[in-house]
Structure formats: C-alpha cells, structure tokens
C-alpha cells in the first residue's frame, strides 16, 4: 500500500452534491424516531405549550387526533408523558395514563407502538422523581423501585409495549423486569434512560409536566440521583448495569452534549443505543429558526446527522412528526 498522506484535494470528495451524498457516511431514516407525547389530565382542550414551539399538550380526545395526523406522516412509534391531576406523596393513582392506553390501542391496534415514560415526577407533589424518607432531604431507591414496578405491570395491562424508566433510581430496572416477568409480561420492552444527566436542558420539559423539582423539600435538584455532567464513566457503568438487570434499549440523555457517551455505548455493548434529544435542545433549535438563524429543517437534521455518527440507533425528538418529510428533503 502507498504511503498514507493528509496533504492535497479534498474538494473532490465535497464538489457536487452526487459525490456528497455518496461519501455520506451515514444516512438518516425517520423509521428510527420516536415521537413524545404529552397527555394532560387537568386541560380539557388540547394547549399549547409555550416553551416547546409547535408542542402541545394534549386532552386523551385531542391525543387520538395527535397520533392520527401523526401516523399520516408516517411516525408509528411514540412515548407518552402523563400529567395526571392529583399530585400526592404515596399510594398513587396511574388510572388516568392506563385508560388512554387503552384507547390508543382499541382505536389503532398494534399499527402504532407505544411506549411510555415511567417516573414519579409528575405524580408527586414535590416533584422529585421519587417517594422521600420522612426527614423530606433523600429519595427512597428501593421503595420508589417497587413503585415503578407496580406501574409497569398496570401499564403492560393495559397495553403498553414498552416501559421506559426516566426516574434514575438505582434497582428499578431490575424491579420492572422482575415484576413483568412475574405477571407473564415477558414481551414487554424496557427501554431504560440509562444514562440520564442531571440537566439544564429539561427546562421546557419541567414546564409542560409541572414536575420541577424542590417544592416543600429540602431536596432542590436532582443531582443526587441523575449523573453529573462531569462523569462520563459513571454514565457507561450505569449503562452497563441497567443491561444486567434486563434492559432492552439504553438512552442517553440529553444527547448532544454526551455524544461522547453515545460513542462509549455503541462500543462497547450490542444494545440498541437512544439518544434524547430532548426539550431544551429542541427548543434552543427552535429559537435560533425564530431568529431568522438557522433553516429549521437543515438544523434538525444536521443534529440527527451527528447523532447519528456518533452511534445513535434511536432518535427520541420532539420534531419526530417531520421527520420523514425533512429527511427526503436533505439536500447533501
Ligand atoms: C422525568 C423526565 C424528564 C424528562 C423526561 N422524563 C425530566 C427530568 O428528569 O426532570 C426530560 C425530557 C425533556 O427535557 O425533553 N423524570
């Protein structure tokens, strides 16, 4: 072989857009996303929500009409967020996300997937994504775990295909499988957000489900179990654990700034791979098209692209429902 040099043309492989799309080294495909749902029990007309441009949050009636227009745009694959209405500190109620379960599956059968995200944040009254010890200053794992386990299996019941833990307690993995297992439950999926950072870029999102955390603890941040941003490591070996205890799908969570776990994960283990990009990246997007910065279309893609090289299988992104559209649009 001849000696490898960098010098020289690299124009070549840049000058036509033929060339360009064949050197792509990755290619994006809307089979791949995942569209967010949010389901609000206390609205009794689909709103709007005003930090997540174009998102709303939607009655279970409105939702159907959601998830109609959606499946026209060919998304069949979605993750439900319940805002129930009553918010407590123990012994909660998943009646109100079970029935529109439910629904969506009388009404359109196994034509769409449905997974939904499995936490306590918008159920309990401080908001923390777990039930706290008495002295209000420490989430319980274990106790939350079992919780979440109980939860699954109602949703399971009720028809999900998938559950999907975003409460970052240490078993619940383990938990939810086992209880699954128990009830016969064994085709349902766990999509674990395994790698999940203690973020700034959830501030839409706490918006819409009213799950910040703090209120009347002396717990005011999730950081004593969501990972620091300053330990990649801690986010593999969370990985790694969560495939132990039966994990189907990990996810990564935000996704752009952790690129470089989504790598360390691709890897290392043969487990589909999601990122999340989730509302506050979705909405600083947003803000720069609102500016006149960025085309809306080609900035959205152009962070698929990345998270894609960098070894993403699944997408999770609010703007999911243009992506078949977007993608058939690149212009490489
Ligand atoms: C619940 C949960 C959060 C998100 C998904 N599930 C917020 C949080 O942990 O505070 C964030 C999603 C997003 O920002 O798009 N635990």
């Known amino acids: 072989m001849a000696k490898q040099t960098y010098s020289g043309v690299r124009r070549r492989i840049r000058?036509?857009?033929h060339i360009r799309?064949?050197?792509?080294?990755?290619?994006?495909?809307?089979?791949?996303?995942?569209?967010?749902?949010f389901v609000d029990e206390s609205i009794d007309r689909r709103t709007e929500i005003p930090s997540l441009s174009g998102i709303a949050s939607d009655t279970p009636e409105s939702l159907l009409r959601q998830i109609s227009a959606d499946v026209e745009c060919g998304v069949r694959k979605f993750l439900l967020f319940p805002v129930p209405a009553n918010k407590a500190e123990g012994n909660f109620d998943y009646r109100f996300i079970c029935g529109v379960v439910?629904?969506?599956?009388t009404h359109f059968g196994k034509e769409v997937w449905i997974a939904v995200d499995v936490c306590l944040c918008a159920y309990t009254?401080?908001?923390?994504?777990g039930i706290l010890n008495t002295e209000r200053n420490a989430v319980l794992h274990a106790d939350t775990a079992q919780a979440l386990a109980g939860y699954a299996v109602q949703l399971a019941d009720a028809g999900a295909d998938c559950i999907a833990p975003s409460d970052m307690m240490d078993g619940r993995v383990g938990a939810i499988r086992d209880a699954l297992d128990l009830h016969g439950m064994t085709e349902v999926t766990v999509m674990s957000y395994s790698s999940k950072f203690s973020s700034?870029?959830?501030?839409?999102?706490?918006?819409?489900?009213h799950s910040a955390p703090g209120r009347g603890t002396l717990l005011k941040d999730r950081k004593t179990y969501q990972i620091s941003p300053f330990n990649g490591g801690d986010a593999l070996l969370s990985a790694f654990r969560d495939i132990e205890e039966g994990a189907d799908i990990i996810m990564v969570k935000p996704a752009l700034p952790y690129l470089d776990v989504i790598t360390g994960l691709k890897r290392q283990v043969h487990h589909p791979v999601a990122a999340y990009h989730v509302s506050g990246e979705y909405q600083g997007l947003e803000l720069l098209v609102q500016h006149g910065l960025?085309?809306?279309?080609?900035?959205?893609?152009?962070?698929?692209?990345?998270?894609?090289?960098?070894?993403?299988?699944?997408?999770?992104?609010y703007a999911a429902r243009h992506a078949e559209e977007w993608i058939s649009g690149i212009e490489y």
């Open 125 to 129: 009254s401080h908001g923390h994504c």
């Open 200 to 209: 700034q870029f959830y501030g839409p999102f706490r918006d819409a489900c």
């Open 102 to 105: 439910r629904d969506i599956r």
């Open 15 to 17: 000058g036509s857009a």
């Open 21 to 37: 799309e064949l050197a792509a080294a990755v290619h994006l495909s809307h089979r791949d996303f995942i569209q967010p749902l």
């Open 294 to 317: 960025a085309d809306r279309a080609k900035v959205h893609t152009e962070v698929w692209a990345a998270l894609k090289r960098g070894g993403a299988d699944i997408i999770i992104s």
